[in-house]
Each structure stands twice: as C-alpha cells, then as structure tokens.
C-alpha cells in the first residue's frame, strides 16, 4: 500500500496559534514563565513535526503508524496529558500549601490577639486606680 | 489533665451558645476543658458569638472544608502540649456531656469514635454506610459502626501523627484508615446523639452514592499512601 505524504502545514499552524495565545497571556503576566516553558516547548517540537513531514512521515512508519495523522494525534494527545499532569501537580501543591497557610494564619492570629489581650488588661487596671 | 475541644463550624451561631454552655457546664469530667472552634469562614456571627461564650476562635481567613478545618485546631492542640483534642461539631448534634465516655477508652486506644445507636434513615444512606464499613474493614482492617462520625477523641500519638498529616477530601473515613496504616489503636464507643436541629445535612440523595464511591478511592488511597510513606 502506497503512503500518502500530505502536508500538515495546517496542524503547524494551530500550533502557532497556540503558541501566540500563549505569548499574549505571558506578556499579560496572566500566568508565569517558568509554568508556561514546558508548554512552549512541546509546542515548538510539533510545530516541528508539522514543518517537516518527510522525517516525521519515516519516524512514524519506524513506530508501526499506517498514518501519519494518527502518529500526530497520539504526539499531541501525550503531550497534552504530559502538561495537563504537570498543571494538576503544581495545582495540588498550591492547594495543600494554601490550606497549611490559612491554618498557621489563623492560629497566629488568635495568639497575637490573647497576648494582645492579656497585655492591655494590666493597663486598664492601672487606668482604673 | 488538659483537653481541648475543637468544634468546627459553619454558620453555627444559633447552635453554639448552648453548646458552649453545655461545655462549661461539664459533670463528671476530671479535665481541664478548653473550647476552640474553629470559624470555617462562616458568613454569620460564629466567630463573635464563640469569644462571647467563651471559647478560642480560629479564624480560616478562606472555607478550608472540615478537613483543613479539624486539623488546624488538632495543630493547636499538638503545639500547646494539650493531653488530649476532642472534635465534636458546632451544630449541636454530639451531647458534651458524651465526651467522658470517649475519654473513658482513651486508656488502650489511640482514637476513639463516638457512634450512635440509630443507623441512618434512608435506605440509600444505609447501603452507603453499610458499603463503607467493609471498605474500610477489608482494605485497613479497622472495625467501625460509623466511619464518618465526627465526634471523636484523640490521644497523643493521633495528635502527633495528624498534626503532619490530615486528610482533607474525606477526612472522617480517611483519618482512620491513615491511623491504622500508622499503627495506632482505633476505638469506638456507642453515643447518644441529638437529632438535628434544623438546616440539611451536607450529604443527602444521589450526591451520597457518588460521595460512596469517591470515599472508597479515598479511603484505600489514604491507607496505601500511608503505608508506603517511611515512619519515623
Ligand atoms: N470547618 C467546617 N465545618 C463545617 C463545614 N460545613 C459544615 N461544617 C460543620 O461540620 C459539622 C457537621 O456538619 P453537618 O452538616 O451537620 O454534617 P452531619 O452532621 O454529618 O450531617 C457542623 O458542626 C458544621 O458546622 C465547612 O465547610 N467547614
Ligand atoms: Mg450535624
């Protein structure tokens, strides 16, 4: 069966779609540069794919796609589930640190009110003579 | 001895004057009691009305849930050198005046949960409970009438161990299964409890079916998690 070598100039161009909203919330200081770089890259790596079908057509062969289409599918799908993964971590760990931080606040501020208290007690009974 | 008392609570302004009351009131208690509730970020007067009655008030600057909750008065209790921390919650539903029996099988047990006599109403409740406590049996081996009772006491070691690490998705199932996993003792004591006053329970209808299925997840997550995690 004869491979058909399409052009995936289009799959590239999402990508580049992609990667300007991406640019646009980073400018904006909508989200961070160190959480948003492994985003970049997976997307600089299929618009790669995307620009050059003749080595990606070969390397999908090598794997056993009959394909091409699907072997891109399944590069975006990992990567997209790579960096969804990573989201979900940073998220947990914020969640947890916010939750600790909400109870040391707390706790802090009920100590610094009863000394505060206690304090201000032997002032008024000196006020008070 | 010293025993604090956490009562987490949300919204509970009309429940915890006599709660507080009752507390102060306490019988047959060779303890000293200390009342702390914890304000969940309630949008009533909790906060006010607990410092008019008497108790310490932590304040959650954000609705943490009763996990987050719980813990940061079990933090309290770890830091302050209390002997003992008992939870019972702010609507009025566990009688004070129960604690004693907690406090008397605190002596070979680690935790101990209070549990009532009347199982849940509904028969959709009463498959999930029913379903819970063998969850919670077979995957941590923790014998349990009522895994999601909130009225519970806890001894030193629970205090050390919590005050690291506490569940916060499912905390009452949770909490035990990670106790056991640590080696500590669990216990249970038949309570009387009050029915309660007004306002719904947080977990009613379908909502309790899928609560089921995320608890056993929870549950057997908790306990594996536990396990694995080195002990020191
Ligand atoms: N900390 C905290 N406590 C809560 C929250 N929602 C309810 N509670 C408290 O948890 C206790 C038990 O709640 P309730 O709805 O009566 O549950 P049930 O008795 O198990 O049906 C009460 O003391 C409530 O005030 C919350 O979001 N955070
Ligand atoms: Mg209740």
Redesign the interface.
Known sequence: MQQVVENYWMFGAVCLVIALVLLRLLFRERITLQGSMSYLAFLVFLGLMAAFPNVTQKISMKLGFTLMSNFFFCAAIAALAVLHLRALVTLSKVH?R??VL??E???L??KLE?LERQQAQPLRAAQGN | MRVLVIIPAYNEEHALPALLGELRALPNLDAQVTPVVIDDGSTDATAKVAEEHGARVLRMCKNLGIGGAVQSGIRLAFREGFDFAAQIDGDGQHPPGELAKLMGAAGDADLVVGYRDKGPTTLLRRIGSWWLRVVLRVTTGVKCNDPTSGFRLYGPRALALFDSEYPYDYPEPEALAIARARGLRVNEVLVTMRERQGGQSSIAGFAAAYYVFKVTIAVALAYVRARLKPRD
């Open positions: 947890t916010s939750i909400t109870q606040l707390a706790i501020q009920e009863r």
